[in-house]
Each structure stands twice: as C-alpha cells, then as structure tokens.
C-alpha cells in the first residue's frame, strides 16, 4: 500500500492529476487568513463549523444536514464528485469533513497527505484566486451510522467486550484527568492514548509517518484489525485523523465518537478513568 491508495493522497500525485484534468474538488477546511495568502489552484473553501453541531455542553454532533448540503452544493459538490479534503493543521479537520461524507455514504474522496502545507512545502503552485465552481445538487443524509457512527449508549454496551477498543486521540494531560475540560476529568474505562499528533511526520510538513511504522505502534497498543476500533477525542475532531488512518490501512470495522468527552465527560452516569494507564 502507499500514499496514493484511496483515502489518502499526496501532494505530487494530486498535482499530477489537476494538471490531467481528472474530475476532482478539492475542498480546503483550513484557516481562512491563510486560504486568502495562497491555497491550492482551483480549492474551494468550507468553514469547518459547517460541520459540527452542539447542544448545550456538547460539541462536535453531526452537522445539521440541511446546512451542511448548502455548503457542498455551493462548492459544487454532487454525489458523483471526487473529494479531495485539506487543510492547515495535519489533517483534523479535513479528516472530519471525510468521517462525515462516510456517514452520507459518500466514500469518493481521500486525504492530502500533509495538507496545504505539504503542497506548498512541496514546491507546488498556489493561487489567490477564488473558485467559482457552477453549483451542485446535494441532499445530504446520514444513511451510514451504523457503519461509522459510536454513541454513547454502543460504548457502554462494549465497555467489557474484547471485539471492541477505544482509542483517546487527546494529549496525555486530558486522558489522565490532570488538563480538564468537561465536568469531569479522565477517559472511558479501557481506554488507549495515543494522541493524534503521533501520526504526523513533523520532518516532513506533517504527512503521515509511513505505514509500517503507524502499523507496528496500532499492533503494539492493541489496535489490531480483527477488532471494531472506536475513536474519540474532545468532540471528535483530533480522532478524526485516526478514524481516516484506519480506513486507509483498511481495518474493516472503524468508528468516530461525535460528542465524544464533551459528552461522555459531561453525563452524569458515565464511568470514568483516571490516570495514565
């Protein structure tokens, strides 16, 4: 498998197929300062609140999908189109507008690899020129929860079920319960952190670290692709990079925990965990 497999793309190979002409909308869900100095020729932008949504003290909730189709359609954006998510921060956000076009049953789409900043690290050319992509016709609808979606009522039915693993994507501070940012500290009871920012290759513009790599650490931690792999950070936006991980090196059964601590972390009957381990 390589960088190029679906689900993730790199910089030189998207390139390559702009310059073909493919049938490709790259969407860029970074910041919109930095979209304005320069972004990817052709890229249209989507605020990344445009898909989340909150109630109360919980965050991170499935984007409404009324407004959620204005803002595909607007970047012409149809059913039959070719994604290709960016952003400026090593994936979080573009991964999460990609777990949400999964949950719509729309899988043609796939990761820059190292985002806009590994393009333009790349060498490759930028533009200040805005897009304006004919519209498209998109009635978003979420016909693929059950394949991609983890509530918090599925997590404690699992909590004792060795089929199922939970992987924390927060940092160390918020897992053991010492960085607290819900009305309780710590994780779910069995647990595993490892925060999203491992997967980066800081050495190079933030791409993924090679899959070798990303697969002997899964292995070591218990992430193995026999088990139904269940991501959450604060409000599944950091584990939405290990939701698309996952996805590309093909584990069969992947799923994002919308809400996540700010749920879990804010009920008052959850369990909870302390500590590093």
């Given at each position: ?159 004792r079920d060795p089929h199922y693993a939970l992987w924390d994507a ?108």
């Open positions: 498998m390589n960088r190029d497999h679906p689900w993730i793309i790199s910089p030189e190979e998207l390139s390559r197929r702009l310059e073909e002409g493919s049938d490709l909308r790259v969407i860029d869900l970074g910041d919109a300062d930095t979209f304005a100095r320069g972004h990817i020729p052709g890229s249209v932008q989507i605020p990344f609140q445009a898909l989340v949504h909150g109630d109360g003290v919980v965050k991170g909730l499935l984007a409404d999908a009324a407004e959620l189709s204005r803002h595909l359609e607007a970047a012409g954006v149809t059913p039959e189109t070719t994604i290709i998510a960016c952003d400026d921060e090593g994936g979080g956000r573009a991964s999460r507008l990609l777990w949400t076009l999964a949950t719509a049953g729309h899988t043609r789409a796939a990761l820059l690899d190292g985002g806009r900043d590994a393009w333009i690290a790349a060498g490759l050319p930028t533009s200040t020129e805005l897009a304006t992509p004919e519209a498209g016709h998109y009635p978003v609808h979420y016909t693929a929860r059950e394949e991609t979606v983890a509530t918090r009522d599925e997590i404690l039915r699992h909590l927060r940092s160390p501070a918020e897992f053991s319960g010492e960085d607290v940012r819900a009305a309780r500290g710590g994780h779910i009871p069995g647990a595993i952190n490892l925060e999203w920012t491992w997967l980066m290759d800081n050495a190079h513009d933030r791409r993924l670290k090679d899959e070798a790599t990303i697969r002997e650490k899964l292995d070591f931690l218990g992430f193995t692709p026999n088990r139904c792999v269940v991501t959450y950070c604060q409000t599944h936006h950091r584990s939405a990079l290990p939701w698309l991980v996952l996805k590309w090196l093909g584990y069969p059964e992947v799923k994002g925990y919308p809400g996540a601590w700010s749920d879990w972390g804010n009920a008052e009957t959850t369990p909870v965990a302390t500590g590093s381990a």
